[in-house]
């Protein structure tokens, strides 16, 4: 392992590593513009240059590799008159966008211009080069070329990543300008372009002018759109979530459609719904309990678990279905086809637990088909079940029996002939267990607290019993279920 200096601290390097990246483990930042740790080094923007000792130039940190004895300065005056010179270059065209783009806040040039910049401009404004502004370029994406810094990210990311190619680099000196194809981006992961943008030429028309990014707060969670639970960050303010990107800490590209299913939670359930008029709680909790204890006289009562739901959740219903309910008729049997699909992060399996349920199955309630069956001859008095897995029900489900649902995102129009729906809290405002596709636990982190009660909080209000299935008992067996995965 090469031993090399990085001002004036003795770093033991990995062989073949770059020496940003070897700073960067060591906790000293070189700034960057086209360098992203999941794309191919480019060079390009001469940003990340640094002094080593012997060298009669700078080097650029992202492309060259460290060797035995190098002695580096990210940091000498050399480096910095070279930091402020490249600034000036790219600002030079650039528009003074700033109080009015959404990148201000976290724009690597704007930054940059403060740490390192901090110049008179010699440049008339009157001679700025005009590029075109604010295009449409494709479904979720705005570019403006007079924002662009030509770091060439967002090509590369087309041809390395989705390998759509849609963006190219056109002409030749100040008169280069990205280009995009005709038809705009639209594959499903255009929204990656934006975070990967270092200044605010490509931005998001979901985020675009809806908050200011110093008003963010941001919380380290996992999507929940399919079986990968891609790592993401939520940036949210004042109860209201306002985008969702991928996680600082352990990168992954996040597909639109993931990241965009926060726009569900701004129809969040405040009421309980019955035969899809609202109805309040109390109303529904009585109406709910006396249909339960009806059936359960003559053993009419069915449950079934959710791959949408949590360890948490699903090993709770396992437990309030044999303590609480007393019933056989439940099952947590579901199971998906797993894989990534496109061979970056979008998996076939849109649910993202049925990798835990199909070993919870194994011992906890009755095969699916024999549920199924039992559904369709019209057994049962009373279904029990969370809502989205219920839909996929829907046509099994006979008439007669009422269907007790619970919701943490529309659609809310039923399409049964008797249906109880309750409101209980996203995985955006409760923590929860999740295993992904390869059999690793992830956890939900809340953004703010939540507003509803938790199934098993409703389940017993509508039946009592709580001498029968008492609550320690039932975190006892959530622990224990948990320590053994
Ligand atoms: S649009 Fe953004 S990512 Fe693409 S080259 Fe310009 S600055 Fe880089
Ligand atoms: S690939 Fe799956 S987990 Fe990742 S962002 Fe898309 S939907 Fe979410």
């Given at each position: 392992?090469?031993?090399?200096?990085?001002?004036?601290?003795?770093?033991?390097?990995?062989?073949?590593?770059?020496?940003?990246?070897?700073?960067?483990?060591?906790?000293?930042?070189?700034?960057?513009?086209?360098?992203?740790?999941?794309?191919?080094?480019?060079?390009?923007?001469?940003?990340?240059?640094?002094?080593?000792?012997?060298?009669?130039?700078?080097?650029?940190?992202?492309?060259?590799?460290?060797?035995?004895?190098?002695?580096?300065?990210?940091?000498?005056?050399?480096?910095?008159?070279?930091?402020?010179?490249?600034?000036?270059?790219?600002?030079?065209?650039?528009?003074?966008?700033?109080?009015?783009?959404?990148?201000?806040?976290?724009?690597?040039?704007?930054?940059?211009?403060?740490?390192?910049?901090?110049?008179?401009?010699?440049?008339p404004l009157k001679d700025k080069m005009k590029k075109r502004k604010r295009f449409d370029a494709g479904k979720h994406l705005i570019l403006d070329n007079e924002r662009c810094v030509l770091c060439t990210r967002c090509v590369r990311f087309t041809r390395e990543i989705t390998g759509t190619n849609e963006i190219s680099v056109l002409e030749r000196g100040d008169k280069s300008y990205i280009e995009v194809d005709e038809g705009g981006i639209n594959n499903p992961y255009s929204l990656n372009i934006a975070d990967i943008c270092p200044v605010g030429a490509f931005t998001s028309k979901d985020f675009r002018f809806r908050q200011r990014s110093w008003f963010l707060k941001r919380t380290e969670s996992i999507c929940l759109g399919c079986a990968t639970?891609?790592?993401?960050?939520?940036?949210?303010?004042?109860?209201?979530?306002?985008?969702?990107?991928?996680?600082?800490?352990?990168?992954?590209?996040?597909?639109?459609?993931?990241?965009?299913?926060?726009?569900?939670?701004?129809?969040?359930?405040?009421?309980?719904?019955?035969?899809?008029?609202?109805?309040?709680?109390?109303?529904?909790?009585?109406?709910?309990?006396?249909?339960?204890?009806?059936?359960?006289?003559?053993?009419?009562?069915?449950?079934?678990?959710?791959?949408?739901?949590?360890?948490?959740?699903?090993?709770?219903?396992?437990?309030?279905?044999?303590?609480?309910?007393?019933?056989?008729?439940?099952?947590?049997?579901?199971?998906?086809?797993?894989?990534?699909?496109?061979?970056?992060?979008?998996?076939?399996?849109?649910?993202?637990?049925?990798?835990?349920?199909?070993?919870?199955?194994?011992?906890?309630?009755?095969?699916?088909?024999?549920?199924?069956?039992?559904?369709?001859?019209?057994?049962?008095?009373?279904?029990?079940?969370?809502?989205?897995?219920?839909?996929?029900?829907?046509?099994?489900?006979?008439?007669?029996?009422?269907?007790?649902?619970?919701?943490?995102?529309?659609?809310?129009?039923?399409?049964?002939?008797?249906?109880?729906?309750?409101?209980?809290?996203?995985?955006?405002?409760?923590?929860?267990?999740?295993?992904?596709?390869?059999?690793?636990?992830?956890?939900?982190?809340?953004?703010?607290?939540?507003?509803?009660?938790?199934?098993?909080?409703?389940?017993?209000?509508?039946?009592?019993?709580?001498?029968?299935?008492?609550?320690?008992?039932?975190?006892?067996?959530?622990?224990?279920?948990?320590?053994?995965?």
């Amino acid at each position: 392992m090469p031993r090399i200096t990085i001002d004036g601290k003795i770093i033991e390097a990995e062989k073949g590593e770059t020496i940003l990246k070897a700073a960067e483990r060591n906790g000293i930042y070189i700034p960057r513009f086209c360098y992203h740790p999941a794309l191919k080094i480019s060079g390009t923007c001469r940003m990340c240059v640094v002094e080593i000792e012997k060298f009669p130039k700078l080097m650029t940190s992202c492309s060259t590799e460290v060797s035995e004895g190098m002695v580096i300065r990210t940091d000498s005056e050399r480096v910095r008159k070279a930091r402020k010179q490249i600034l000036e270059f790219l600002l030079l065209n650039h528009p003074l966008d700033c109080p009015i783009c959404d990148q201000a806040g976290e724009c690597f040039l704007q930054n940059y211009y403060m740490d390192w910049g901090l110049y008179k401009s010699r440049f008339p404004l009157k001679d700025k080069m005009k590029k075109r502004k604010r295009f449409d370029a494709g479904k979720h994406l705005i570019l403006d070329n007079e924002r662009c810094v030509l770091c060439t990210r967002c090509v590369r990311f087309t041809r390395e990543i989705t390998g759509t190619n849609e963006i190219s680099v056109l002409e030749r000196g100040d008169k280069s300008y990205i280009e995009v194809d005709e038809g705009g981006i639209n594959n499903p992961y255009s929204l990656n372009i934006a975070d990967i943008c270092p200044v605010g030429a490509f931005t998001s028309k979901d985020f675009r002018f809806r908050q200011r990014s110093w008003f963010l707060k941001r919380t380290e969670s996992i999507c929940l759109g399919c079986a990968t639970l891609c790592p993401v960050e939520i940036h949210h303010n004042k109860g209201k979530i306002y985008r969702i990107v991928p996680s600082q800490k352990e990168h992954r590209w996040l597909c639109d459609e993931g990241r965009l299913t926060y726009h569900k939670m701004d129809r969040e359930l405040r009421t309980a719904i019955i035969n899809g008029n609202a109805a309040d709680l109390p109303v529904a909790l009585k109406k709910g309990g006396a249909i339960i204890t009806s059936s359960l006289k003559d053993s009419s009562v069915a449950l079934a678990g959710s791959p949408y739901l949590s360890i948490e959740d699903n090993a709770s219903l396992a437990f309030l279905a044999q303590k609480l309910l007393e019933i056989s008729d439940y099952t947590f049997d579901f199971v998906f086809k797993q894989e990534i699909e496109d061979g970056i992060s979008i998996n076939s399996d849109k649910t993202p637990n049925s990798r835990f349920l199909r070993g919870f199955a194994r011992k906890h309630g009755m095969k699916m088909t024999e549920l199924n069956s039992k559904l369709e001859k019209g057994k049962f008095g009373v279904f029990i079940c969370e809502r989205k897995t219920l839909l996929q029900f829907f046509p099994r489900i006979d008439e007669k029996t009422t269907v007790i649902s619970f919701a943490f995102e529309p659609p809310w129009k039923t399409p049964f002939k008797n249906e109880i729906i309750f409101p209980i809290p996203s995985y955006f405002q409760k923590e929860g267990s999740f295993m992904d596709f390869k059999g690793k636990i992830k956890k939900t982190t809340p953004c703010f607290p939540a507003s509803s009660k938790n199934i098993s909080e409703y389940l017993r209000e509508m039946v009592g019993g709580g001498n029968k299935a008492n609550k320690e008992e039932e975190q006892e067996f959530i622990t224990k279920l948990l320590s053994e995965l």
